[in-house]
């Protein structure tokens, strides 16, 4: 019986201590999971610092976006308003000018072989010039010329006639006039051409003004279009039928 109870007793004795052990290992788990929960806490403190300072950059971001946005249109703007008066000369041979013709002077002398102008029209022009760059061999296509016009009016005419001319051709070499703009807006511009060959299929007056937005007339309506895609999408909605196929062809519009 004796034995039995000392048996006992070291069996407590073994278990006193386990349980101690095991409460010294709580002990340290409870302090570690304390520890833990502290840097969590200064984790989601930090997460939260991080999502505002991420918002605020991206707020600042689109400010800075937009903005830059804005003040690239106020360049292209600024560009081509400086070359309204403009007009881009493709096709003179290069060395027609010779030495002893001026810019102007070879303008004006292809102009009015070119253009049913009226021999008593007087045209000012304040300089036409080459594009810079080396000069093209004879198999490439020659610098266009830059004319300057002082009256913004023969600018008008010029461009009118030639559109009314159709081809031209100049010493043999096809010539073609237009006005001068950016390349920027020149692709813009050029985005209209399905919708403009719709409007002439539907027997519509047109016009692509400046910068680049389209009026169409619809139903004895003027509608102003910015965007290529939703005019092609709202003139596709047109049906064929309900427009003349008999009578003058839709002409565009000189306006600007």
């Avoid at 505002?52 to 106020?74: C, K």
């Avoid at 559109?163 to 807006?185: A, C, K, N, Q, Y």
């Avoid at 169409?216 to 965007?227: A, L």
Wanted: glycine fraction near 6%; charge should be negative; proline fraction near 5%.
């Amino acid at each position: 019986m004796v034995v039995v109870l000392q048996g006992v007793v070291a069996d407590v004795v073994i278990i006193r201590a386990d349980i101690a052990e095991i409460r010294g290992g709580l002990d340290s788990l409870t302090h570690r999971v304390g520890t833990v929960e502290v840097k969590l806490g200064k984790l989601d403190g930090a997460n939260e610092d991080h999502e505002v300072h991420i918002s605020r950059l991206e707020e600042d971001l689109a400010h800075h976006t937009r903005f830059a946005g804005e003040t690239w249109d106020r360049v292209q703007d600024l560009e081509n308003r400086s070359r309204r008066n403009n007009t881009r000369v493709l096709g003179v041979p290069e060395g027609a000018e010779g030495n002893d013709v001026s810019g102007p002077a070879l303008l004006l002398t292809m102009l009015r072989d070119c253009l049913p102008l009226d021999a008593a029209e007087s045209i000012e022009v304040e300089r036409a010039h080459r594009t810079l760059g080396p000069r093209p061999s004879s198999d490439q296509w020659p610098r266009p010329i830059i004319a300057c016009l002082l009256q913004f009016q023969d600018q008008e005419r010029i461009l009118r006639l030639a559109r009314e001319s159709g081809e031209l051709h100049w010493r043999g070499r096809r010539i073609m006039i237009f006005l001068d703009m950016s390349r920027e807006l020149a692709t813009q511009r050029k985005l209209f051409m399905p919708a403009q060959h719709r409007c002439m299929e539907l027997g519509l007056h047109y016009a692509l003004q400046y910068s680049a937005v389209l009026r169409v007339t619809i139903n004895g309506r003027q509608r102003r279009f910015e965007d290529p895609e939703e005019t092609s999408r709202e003139l596709n909605r047109l049906p064929d039928q309900n427009w003349e196929e008999k009578g003058p062809q839709p002409q565009r519009e000189n306006r600007r």
